[in-house]
């Protein structure tokens, strides 16, 4: 990969990044899922925004390993 390619790559992924931890904030209502994870989700009674969560929180996991793997 070029460098160009590794900044735009990295652009994208901080951009994921933040949109997921908005949603987040947003769904929870808090940011206490930031120390709890998983268990904070378990705690909304409401099945939609679970799910939510789940998916923003697996999309978020899922940047942070691609930005480890490229040394961030």
């Known amino acids: 990969m070029s460098v160009a390619q ?6 994208r ?3 994921l990044e933040a949109e997921a931890v ?9 940011e206490l899922w930031q120390s ?5 989700f378990d705690s909304l009674e409401d099945p939609e925004r679970r799910a939510r ?3 923003y929180y ?9 930005k480890a ?3 961030q």
């Open 6 to 11: 590794i900044k735009n790559l990295q652009r």
């Open 13 to 15: 992924l901080a951009n």
């Open 22 to 30: 908005e949603a987040l904030n947003s769904t929870c209502g808090h």
């Open 36 to 40: 709890l994870g998983f268990d904070a």
């Open 53 to 55: 969560a789940n998916y």
């Open 58 to 66: 697996g999309q978020l996991q899922t940047v942070r390993e691609l």
């Open 69 to 71: 793997s490229l040394g």
